[in-house]
C-alpha cells in the first residue's frame, strides 16, 4: 500500500516543477539534494566557512562528498548553532554582506572584518524567496504578523530522537529601517514551522514593542 511522502508535514499537493524560490518556498529537500550534487562539494565548503559553519566532520570537499546529497538540504554531518544560522540570515538582510558578531555584553566583535557573500542581487532574490516562505510556505504561520517577517524553516532527524525543530530569518521584511536576524531551535520539537517559527514570531514582536527595529 502506497502512502505520500511529504517534505512539509503541511503539504497536501505535489510541489510540482521546482526552481530555487520554489525550492526555498516549500521547504523541498529533493531540490536541495540534487543541486548540490550539480554544484559539487566545493563551493558549499567555501560558502559555508564563511560563517564557521562544518558541513561536515572533515569540512572538505573530500569529506563532505561521500554525504553531499544530504548535507544540500542541510542534514548529513552539517552542524551549526542558532549564532552561526543567524549570521547566514544577517548576511541576506545585508545585501549580500556577511555581518560582523558582536556580543552587546562584552563589546567584542567575532569577526574583524566584513565580507562579501552574495551579490546585491542574488541575496535580494533570497529575501524575496524567504518573505515568501511565510506568506504562502511552511513558515505560513506567521503570515499574519503586523511586522513582516522573512524567513526559513528546518527540521533537522536526530538519531534515535525527535527532529530538532529550526526557524531563521530577519524583520522586518523589505525597507531600509533598522532590522533584526534571529535563528531559533527547539530540541526535539518535530516540525519548525509549528514548533520554532512561533517563537520566532514572538522575538519579532517584542523587538518592535521595544523599539528595536523600525
Given at each position: 500500500m502506497s502512502r505520500p511522502v511529504r517534505d512539509d508535514a503541511l503539504d497536501t499537493?505535489?510541489?510540482?516543477?521546482?526552481?530555487?524560490?520554489?525550492?526555498?518556498?516549500?521547504?523541498?529537500?529533493a531540490y536541495f539534494a540534487q543541486l548540490a550534487v550539480a554544484v559539487g562539494p566545493r563551493p558549499l565548503v567555501e560558502a559555508a566557512?564563511?560563517?564557521?559553519?562544518?558541513?561536515?566532520?572533515?569540512?572538505?570537499p573530500d569529506g563532505v562528498r561521500p554525504m553531499l546529497a544530504q548535507v544540500g538540504y542541510g542534514q548529513g554531518?552539517?552542524?551549526?548553532?542558532?549564532?552561526?544560522?543567524?549570521?547566514?540570515?544577517?548576511?541576506?538582510?545585508?545585501?549580500?554582506v556577511v555581518v560582523p558578531a558582536h556580543w552587546e555584553t562584552t563589546g567584542v566583535?567575532?569577526?574583524?572584518?566584513?565580507?562579501?557573500?552574495?551579490?546585491?542581487r542574488d541575496a535580494?532574490?533570497?529575501?524575496?524567496?524567504?518573505?515568501?516562505?511565510?506568506?504562502?510556505?511552511?513558515?505560513?504561520s506567521l503570515q499574519s504578523s503586523p511586522v513582516p517577517i522573512a524567513g526559513k524553516t528546518g527540521t533537522a532527524e536526530v538519531a534515535g530522537a525527535a527532529a530538532h525543530a529550526w526557524f531563521t530569518g530577519f524583520a522586518?521584511?523589505?525597507?531600509?529601517?533598522?532590522?533584526?536576524a534571529f535563528a531559533v531551535i527547539v530540541e526535539n520539537a518535530g516540525y519548525?514551522?509549528?514548533?520554532?517559527?512561533?517563537?520566532?514570531?514572538a522575538i519579532v514582536s517584542a523587538a518592535n514593542e521595544l523599539g528595536v527595529i523600525k
Amino acid at each position: 500500500m502506497s502512502r505520500p511522502v511529504r517534505d512539509d508535514a503541511l503539504d497536501t499537493t505535489p510541489h510540482g516543477h521546482v526552481d530555487l524560490e520554489r525550492g526555498l518556498v516549500v521547504s523541498c529537500n529533493a531540490y536541495f539534494a540534487q543541486l548540490a550534487v550539480a554544484v559539487g562539494p566545493r563551493p558549499l565548503v567555501e560558502a559555508a566557512s564563511l560563517f564557521q559553519i562544518n558541513v561536515a566532520r572533515t569540512p572538505t570537499p573530500d569529506g563532505v562528498r561521500p554525504m553531499l546529497a544530504q548535507v544540500g538540504y542541510g542534514q548529513g554531518e552539517a552542524l551549526v548553532t542558532p549564532l552561526k544560522l543567524a549570521r547566514v540570515s544577517a548576511a541576506i538582510a545585508a545585501g549580500g554582506v556577511v555581518v560582523p558578531a558582536h556580543w552587546e555584553t562584552t563589546g567584542v566583535e567575532t569577526t574583524a572584518s566584513s565580507v562579501r557573500f552574495l551579490t546585491a542581487r542574488d541575496a535580494d532574490r533570497l529575501a524575496r524567496a524567504m518573505r515568501a516562505v511565510v506568506t504562502s510556505g511552511t513558515g505560513r504561520s506567521l503570515q499574519s504578523s503586523p511586522v513582516p517577517i522573512a524567513g526559513k524553516t528546518g527540521t533537522a532527524e536526530v538519531a534515535g530522537a525527535a527532529a530538532h525543530a529550526w526557524f531563521t530569518g530577519f524583520a522586518p521584511s523589505g525597507g531600509k529601517g533598522r532590522r533584526i536576524a534571529f535563528a531559533v531551535i527547539v530540541e526535539n520539537a518535530g516540525y519548525g514551522g509549528r514548533a520554532a517559527a512561533p517563537i520566532a514570531g514572538a522575538i519579532v514582536s517584542a523587538a518592535n514593542e521595544l523599539g528595536v527595529i523600525k
